[in-house]
């Protein structure tokens, strides 16, 4: 969901040729399977067309010095940590909302809940854009 949810922001933003929007996860169990049906409804709901397929994340993300590796929660982020070691951009995107107290984003595939996964992600991409453009100085 967060992919393609900043996607749409970087694209809206005219950003896309500088910002490549990607999303890995941390486990391999939905390598290659769409998107929950329920986030791929939420998203529709919102305009937002997503066929991306899951992947696993891999050493070669962890290299690139622009990357920005942002995780959804703290057991993620600490899975990446122990696994990848430090990252100068490794990042909770919900450290980025500005709308809500939360900082780890639940997955909905437990509580069902996809629009109000879909607005704490909407208000993280859209803190993490600002900061991005800010960090890396695009207009």
């Known amino acids: 969901m967060a992919e393609a949810v900043f996607q749409k922001l970087v694209d809206e933003a005219g950003l ?63 899975d990446l940590q122990r696994r990848f070691g430090s990252h100068d951009k490794r990042f909770r995107l919900l450290e980025f909302a500005q709308n809500t107290p939360e900082r780890d984003v639940p997955d909905p595939y437990y509580t069902g809940n996809f629009e109000t996964v879909y607005q704490l992600v909407l208000d993280g991409c859209q803190g993490l854009l600002d900061y991005i453009k800010k960090q890396e100085d695009l207009t």
């Open 16 to 78: 896309s040729a500088q910002i490549q929007v990607d999303s890995a996860g941390t486990g391999s169990w939905h390598v290659g399977e769409k998107a929950h049906p329920g986030t791929r409804k939420v998203l529709q709901d919102h305009g937002i067309v997503y066929n991306g397929r899951a992947r696993q994340i891999n050493n070669a993300d962890m290299r690139a010095d622009h990357t920005y590796i942002i995780a959804l929660d703290n057991n993620n982020l600490n």
